[in-house]
């Protein structure tokens, strides 16, 4: 874990200067898998950045998140658009599914928030990554002392966040929503994390979402002490998903429940054969089926519980937890499970991390009520 206190800017900086290798590494890695087939990794996100106004979406509603990118980068001793690009991986993937109709949809996340009998909101995923990912997770703690808000994030060398948990009991996960329409000058997903996770209360952190317009489209699966709720956001409107009581568990993976806000991605996926199209979101709703048949069995609402739901491997096509092969050539890209993250909302906010699959991976457990130091759960 690495800790970072003051200004956005300085603990961008001391981001910048602690991982400077990392993010080298990292951005390298990326580059190789970022662009269509024979296309230059540069030149292609030189005409995203053309085409998408994303900067002026942190201007607009985080400026001071902008600032930490500039000192993630000054730090880093890299250009900006070096840093700044990391910030976009959904907005790209967004991108790249309506630009060349990409037969393959990446990221496959899994989410859930319920109250336990001890009435804890638990707010949980596993955050399915891609390969070049792996040897890349890291957690930081942001302590602005400003506000004096801890903020405990599950990222990767040079990003923002990729979910988290603050010291007011607020948690966030997300899930991937490539067919809802995002807004090419809005706010980036990572910068809409962190705008949450200045909030001190569920119902704070609602507000916050609804107030900004997504650069690309996500389920924000939002907790707090005072409640919890799963949130389809695009770039036009925030749907909450939830048809049935409050206090009922939630659940989500990669398409679509309730935002019909889809029409550009539609038109995209018209064009496509027909048995690709098929198989779009057989994954995400083969997932889906098993979160909420999960959910409804004795036992599933507790941390133990939760973490049994994401571990599981029983489905032998579309698991929940996905485990990497043991051998891979490097050009070969797979989806696999690069984190599960379990937030523990109550008095004691804590983050339960096993970081890879929970079906071969440790659980450990960072609490923002202590010294946040880690122990084996």
């Known amino acids: 874990m690495i800790t970072l206190r003051g200004s956005a800017r300085e603990r961008g900086r001391q981001h910048g200067s602690a991982c400077a290798g990392d993010i080298r590494r990292l951005r390298a890695a990326w580059e190789r898998?970022?662009?269509?087939?024979?296309?230059?990794?540069?030149?292609?996100?030189?005409?995203?950045?053309?085409?998408?106004?994303?900067?002026?979406?942190?201007?607009?509603?985080?400026?001071?998140?902008?600032?930490?990118?500039?000192?993630?980068?000054?730090?880093?001793?890299?250009?900006?658009?070096?840093?700044?690009?990391?910030?976009?991986?959904?907005?790209?993937?967004?991108?790249?599914?309506?630009r060349i109709r990409t037969s393959r949809t990446p990221h496959h996340c899994s989410a859930l928030a319920l109250k336990t009998a001890e009435g804890v909101t638990?707010?949980?995923?596993?955050?399915?990554?891609?390969?070049?990912?792996?040897?890349?997770?890291?957690?930081?703690?942001?302590?602005?002392?400003?506000?004096?808000?801890?903020?405990?994030?599950?990222?990767?060398?040079?990003?923002?966040?990729?979910?988290?948990?603050?010291?007011?009991?607020?948690?966030?996960?997300v899930n991937s929503l490539v067919q809802l329409d995002g807004n090419k000058s809005g706010l980036p997903v990572m910068g809409v994390i962190r705008l949450i996770l200045e909030a001190n209360s569920f119902a704070q952190a609602r507000e916050v979402l609804k107030s900004v317009q997504s650069g690309s489209g996500q389920n924000y699966v939002i907790g707090g002490a005072d409640g919890f709720g799963s949130f389809e956001a695009s770039g036009r409107k925030v749907v909450q998903t939830q048809t049935s009581g409050v206090s009922d568990?939630?659940?989500?993976?990669?398409?679509?429940?309730?935002?019909?806000?889809?029409?550009e991605y539609r038109s995209v996926l018209d064009k496509l054969p027909p048995e690709v199209r098929a198989k779009k979101s057989e994954n995400s709703c083969a997932r889906y089926a098993q979160l909420v048949a999960s959910l409804a069995e004795p036992g599933s609402a507790s941390i133990s519980g939760v973490k049994d739901i994401f571990s599981s491997t029983a489905?032998?096509?579309?698991?929940?937890?996905?485990?990497?092969?043991?051998?891979?050539?490097?050009?070969?890209?797979?989806?696999?499970?690069?984190?599960?993250?379990?937030?523990?909302?109550?008095?004691?906010?804590?983050?339960?991390?096993?970081?890879?699959?929970?079906?071969?991976?440790?659980?450990?457990?960072?609490?923002?009520?202590?010294?946040?130091?880690?122990?084996?759960?």
Request: proline content about 7%; some cysteine; charged content about 20%.
């Open 122 to 173: 638990l707010v949980a995923q596993n955050f399915d990554g891609v390969n070049w990912m792996e040897g890349f997770q890291r957690l930081f703690l942001h302590v602005d002392t400003a506000s004096g808000q801890r903020t405990l994030l599950f990222s990767l060398p040079g990003l923002l966040a990729l979910n988290g948990v603050n010291g007011s009991s607020v948690g966030v996960c």
């Open 33 to 98: 898998h970022v662009a269509a087939p024979g296309a230059e990794a540069r030149a292609y996100m030189q005409q995203f950045r053309a085409d998408t106004g994303y900067v002026e979406g942190f201007r607009t509603y985080a400026p001071h998140l902008l600032e930490e990118i500039e000192g993630i980068a000054d730090g880093a001793g890299l250009p900006f658009d070096d840093i700044f690009d990391l910030q976009l991986l959904d907005e790209e993937w967004s991108y790249r599914a309506r």
């Open 249 to 263: 568990p939630v659940a989500h993976t990669n398409h679509p429940l309730a935002n019909p806000d889809d029409a």
């Open 315 to 377: 489905h032998t096509k579309h698991p929940l937890s996905r485990e990497m092969p043991a051998t891979l050539s490097a050009e070969t890209v797979i989806d696999y499970t690069l984190a599960c993250t379990v937030f523990e909302l109550g008095p004691k906010p804590a983050m339960h991390i096993a970081a890879g699959p929970p079906s071969c991976t440790d659980f450990r457990v960072f609490d923002l009520s202590a010294d946040t130091s880690g122990s084996a759960a």
